[in-house]
């Protein structure tokens, strides 16, 4: 590794030994940490563990030839489960492709990202009735995207009224190569200048598939979006604590009509890139050890077991665990594949000559092997 990029200031509450200390410089942040309680710390526990198995259960899916591809999230629970929920209840979400932890935090059905996986679907949740948007896959687009709806809510005089009900802010998730889109420059500049109610949240896991995050960025990304009047702060991504009192002052300022903000949440994708990678290729053993050490949820079982949650805590959150694995291999052996005209519906608004040939051509090919379709 050529330098810790640890080295750089970042909000972090929790040492590597689950101590919790809040100094002098983020007092503001800290004061977000009395917010919660004992329940809501052990959410956070159940919810880092939940997601790390499902992440676990779905890679063996894939590789079982299940689902089409597998996106981990290992080593990023703690950045997507404490600012999932630093999000507030009216607010907007816009992931990309690998924000399980945040959907889990916001009640989707875990269910239908594999389905979205599978091919089966093209991500089977309500946006209108969750705030979480769906999962986009073109790098950026979902920055515009969430840009645009936030300047939409304040056109409709949705922030900064003091009415807690009334006002809303957005949320966009995005990783370190993603910022390398021109998308995502002009969400910045369309942001700042209708000073709309937005919190950009950068995971930086430090790698786009092979890139290093060096070859997106000469600046450390939390300054990024300094020169087009974006703020921005840098938290350690693996210290749970920081991600949600950051991301939730982040918000209520968005709500409050303080303008947009950037959080780069320092982290590592501990896994491959997807199930189509291999990242030995690319990257050292030395490195990847470096931050296993560094793992967000044993750093948090260590603050739980100072404060005394005992034994049976975890051993319950493991055999919550095994009963997921055995629920979501179950669904997913039982998924049944959908009619192959919906591959074709939807292409045009009208019936189309050259769809309907493409149809009958591939009805054709699946009949000729004989075999009726699942
Ligand atoms: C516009 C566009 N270009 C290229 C790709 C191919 N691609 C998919 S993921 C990826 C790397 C993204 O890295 P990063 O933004 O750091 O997010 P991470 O996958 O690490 O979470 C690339 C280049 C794409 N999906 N969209």
Do not use: C
């Not at 986009?136 to 900064?160: E, P, R, S």
């Not at 890139?273 to 990847?288: A, L």
Request: hydrophobic share 35%; proline share 4%; aromatic share 10%.
């Amino acid at each position: 590794m050529s330098q810790d990029p640890t080295d750089l200031p970042m909000v972090q509450f929790l040492s590597m030994e689950g101590e919790v200390r809040v100094p002098a410089q983020w007092a503001e942040y800290g004061e977000y940490l009395k917010n919660l309680t004992e329940a809501d710390y052990l959410k956070f526990y159940r919810d880092m563990a939940r997601i790390r198995r499902f992440d676990n259960e779905a890679t063996a899916l894939q590789r079982q030839g299940q689902l089409g591809l597998w996106v981990p999230a290992i080593g990023q629970e703690g950045a997507q489960i404490g600012s999932g929920y630093g999000v507030g209840p009216n607010d907007h979400i816009f992931p990309s492709y690998r924000e399980h932890g945040v959907a889990l935090t916001h009640g989707i059905d875990l269910m239908s990202i594999l389905k979205m996986l599978r091919g089966v679907n093209h991500g089977g949740w309500n946006p209108d009735e969750t705030r979480f948007h769906l999962y986009a896959i073109v790098l950026g687009t979902q920055v515009l995207h969430a840009t645009g709806y936030a300047m939409g809510v304040k056109f409709d005089g949705k922030v900064g009224t003091g009415n807690k009900d009334e006002d809303l802010a957005v949320i966009s998730y995005m990783g370190d190569g993603a910022t390398a889109e021109g998308d995502v420059s002009e969400a910045f500049l369309f942001a700042a200048v209708n000073e709309s109610p937005i919190v950009f949240f950068v995971q930086n896991n430090q790698w786009a598939i092979s890139s290093r995050s060096s070859a997106q960025t000469k600046v450390p990304l939390y300054q990024r979006g300094d020169g087009f009047g974006v703020p921005g702060v840098r938290i350690d991504g693996n210290d749970v604590l920081a991600s949600y009192a950051v991301t939730a002052k982040h918000m209520d300022d968005a709500r409050a009509g303080k303008g947009p903000s950037l959080i780069e949440a320092l982290t590592y994708r501990i896994g491959a890139h997807t199930t189509s990678d291999d990242p030995t290729r690319y990257r050292e053993d030395e490195e990847v050890e470096y931050w296993k050490a560094r793992d967000p949820i044993t750093r948090f079982e260590k603050f739980l077991r100072r404060n005394g949650v005992a034994q049976d805590f975890f051993d319950e959150v493991e055999h919550a665990g095994e009963l997921l694995s055995a629920e979501i291999r179950e669904a997913t052996f039982a998924l049944k594949n959908p009619p192959i005209e919906n591959m074709f519906k939807h292409v045009y608004s009208e019936q189309h000559p050259v769809i309907d040939e493409q149809l009958a051509w591939l009805e054709g090919y699946e009949a000729s092997f004989g075999g009726e379709q699942q």
